[in-house]
């Protein structure tokens, strides 16, 4: 059986109606995995259409993963779906691009809750299960600004540095309960992060910004990522390939944060 084989796991994607977690979700059902696509937004649905269509196996849980009732009622689904259990704290939000000094609070308040307040509610409520069953992986979508503060606004950045600090403690906390949790750190990707996802959380940031604001990247001759290449990394991570990889904040950005 091949390491990347995710047969009789069901794994929990946030954030799986779009971009990286859609893609990841994709990767994981190819590989076996019952993936519960979980999304504030109805295309969660799509997605699973997508997936069983191709003959994989998943089912949505549609709400906002920030709130402890719906991380609770996605964790259940995940338990009753069967297998061992995995994470991918996906969902996620922009900012404003903003200092802290023009950050308001609602732009603060939503983005640490969905950016790091959900992961943890979601970490919390697996772990029980991972220590019960001996074997666990948690991937976290980080990003460059988990490890730079040039990479966003105050919020987004306090948000990302904040899931490294939750990856790393997780990480050395359940090493000894064959528990994993890593997180990966793209730069630029194309994706519907700036745009109609941003509508759906209440214009989290002005579209007009585009991904050309993030002005280290658009200095940079960087290209911009497919979320396939970001995906690929997600699930070799959450995969026991990297059964010894552990608390790593592993960039995938072409290099951004090398410079
Ligand atoms: N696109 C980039 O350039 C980039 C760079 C670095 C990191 N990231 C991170 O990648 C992750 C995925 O983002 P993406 O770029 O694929 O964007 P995306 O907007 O295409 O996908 C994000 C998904 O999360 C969902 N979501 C948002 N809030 C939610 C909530 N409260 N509950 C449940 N679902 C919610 C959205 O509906 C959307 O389907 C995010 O954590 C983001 O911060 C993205």
Same mark, same amino acid.
Do not use: Y
């Given at each position: 059986m091949s390491l990347q084989d995710f047969a009789g796991q069901t794994i929990i994607v946030t954030g799986a109606g779009s971009g990286i977690g859609r893609v990841t979700a994709l990767r994981l059902a190819e590989r076996g995995?019952? =993936?519960i696509v979980a999304d504030i937004s109805d295309s969660a649905e799509d997605v699973v259409k997508e997936i069983?269509?191709?003959?994989?196996?998943?089912?949505?849980? =549609?709400?906002?993963?920030?709130?402890?009732? =719906?991380?609770?009622? =996605?964790v259940a689904q995940a338990v009753d779906t069967g297998g061992r259990l995995g994470l991918v704290n996906?969902?996620?939000?922009?900012?404003?691009?903003?200092?802290?000094?023009?950050?308001?609070?609602?732009?603060?308040? @939503?983005?640490? @809750?969905?950016?790091?307040?959900?992961?943890?509610?979601l970490t919390r409520a697996v772990l029980p299960h991972m220590r019960k069953a001996g074997v666990g992986a948690i991937v976290n979508t980080g990003s460059a600004a988990s490890l730079r503060g040039a990479a966003a606004g105050a919020a987004y950045t306090a948000s990302k540095h904040g899931l490294a600090g939750l990856t790393r403690n997780t990480a050395y906390t359940y090493s000894r309960e064959n528990i994993r949790c890593n997180l990966v750190a793209p730069g630029g990707v194309d994706t519907n992060i700036m745009t109609t996802s941003a509508a759906v959380n209440e214009g989290d940031i002005d579209p007009?910004?585009?991904?050309?604001?993030?002005?280290?990247?658009?200095?940079?001759?960087? @290209?911009?990522?497919?979320?396939?290449e970001i995906a690929a990394?997600?699930?070799?991570?959450?995969s026991d390939t990297a059964s010894d990889v552990n608390g790593v904040l592993l960039p995938v950005d072409g290099g951004w944060v090398a410079g």
């Open positions: 995995a019952h =993936v069983t269509d191709a003959g994989g196996q998943a089912s949505a849980a =549609v709400g906002d993963i920030s709130d402890q009732q =719906v991380v609770d009622d =996605v996906n969902a996620g939000i922009m900012d404003k691009f903003d200092g802290a000094a023009e950050t308001e609070d609602a732009v603060w308040e @939503r983005c640490l @809750r969905i950016n790091l307040t959900a992961p943890f509610l007009s910004h585009g991904l050309a604001a993030i002005t280290p990247v658009h200095e940079s001759a960087l @290209r911009t990522a497919e979320p396939e990394i997600i699930v070799f991570l959450l």
